[in-house]
């Protein structure tokens, strides 16, 4: 299978709490980022989602007191394992230029620490 995306994605850990907007009970739950990029994350969602569903989120960058809102629509689920999360690929289709670039910092630098961490291992 040929690479689609356009950017980079850092393993890089970040809660996100999700919910489903619309009039009945909301659907919603908490979950860590496994990977993220300037366009998208993935992360374990409720299994009862499906591709096209609408996300309103709330990331929590560490260090930082306040949270970054975005909006995302699920682009994939994969539901090879049957069980209560699937892992799931999420576009995002809103977010503020600002907030980006605080997730896109936090990202960096926590990409630059890992990557001088695998520097030092490798040098022993």
């Known amino acids: 299978m040929s690479e689609k995306r356009k950017f980079m994605r850092f393993e890089v850990a970040i809660e996100v709490e999700y919910m489903v907007p619309g009039n009945g009970a909301p659907l919603e739950g908490i979950s860590i980022t496994k990977n993220i990029?300037?366009?998208?994350?993935?992360?374990?969602?409720?299994?009862?989602?499906?591709?096209?569903?609408?996300?309103?989120?709330?990331?929590?960058?560490?260090?930082?007191?306040?949270?970054?809102?975005?909006?995302?629509?699920?682009?994939w689920i994969d539901k090879a394992d049957v069980k209560t999360e699937s892992t799931a690929g999420i576009k995002f289709t809103q977010v503020s230029p600002f907030d980006r670039n605080r997730i896109l910092d936090h990202v960096y630098r926590q990409w630059v620490e890992q990557q001088v961490g695998h520097g030092a291992q490798d040098k022993k």
């Open 37 to 75: 990029s300037r366009e998208g994350m993935q992360t374990d969602l409720n299994s009862k989602l499906i591709p096209g569903t609408e996300l309103e989120m709330k990331l929590r960058i560490p260090a930082d007191p306040a949270p970054v809102y975005a909006k995302g629509d699920i682009a």
